[in-house]
């Protein structure tokens, strides 16, 4: 059982030695990105590419089914409940 604890111990200290490394060159990897930075003129978008949180918008519904209750908001392929009739007809009223 001392043999498990040791290597814990090991271990412990295994992983001091890697945080402790992490941080010193952490420091001097983020100097030289914002030296990379200032010097191409990069912006945020151009470094970590276009914002995910844009794709989550849900639209307002602009068009209702009356016997499923289904909403479509006028983007993307018309649905089934719409197909050749007029959509005037499903509007919402605001």
Do not use: H
Not at 26 to 48: K, T
Not at 53 to 60: F, N, P, S, V
Not at 73 to 80: D, E, F, Q, S, Y
Request: positive net charge.
């Amino acid at each position: 059982m001392s043999r498990y604890r040791d290597l814990i111990e090991q271990r412990a200290e295994l992983e001091r030695q890697i945080n402790a490394v992490k941080s010193s060159e952490r420091a001097a990897v983020l100097d030289e990105v914002r030296r990379l930075v200032i010097e191409f003129e990069l912006n945020a978008r151009e470094v970590f590419g276009a914002n995910k949180a844009k794709k989550g918008i849900k639209l307002t519904p602009k068009f209702r089914d009356p016997e499923t209750g289904k909403t479509w908001c006028g983007r993307g392929r018309t649905p089934l409940w719409l197909k050749d009739k007029d959509p005037k007809d499903y509007l919402i009223s605001r």
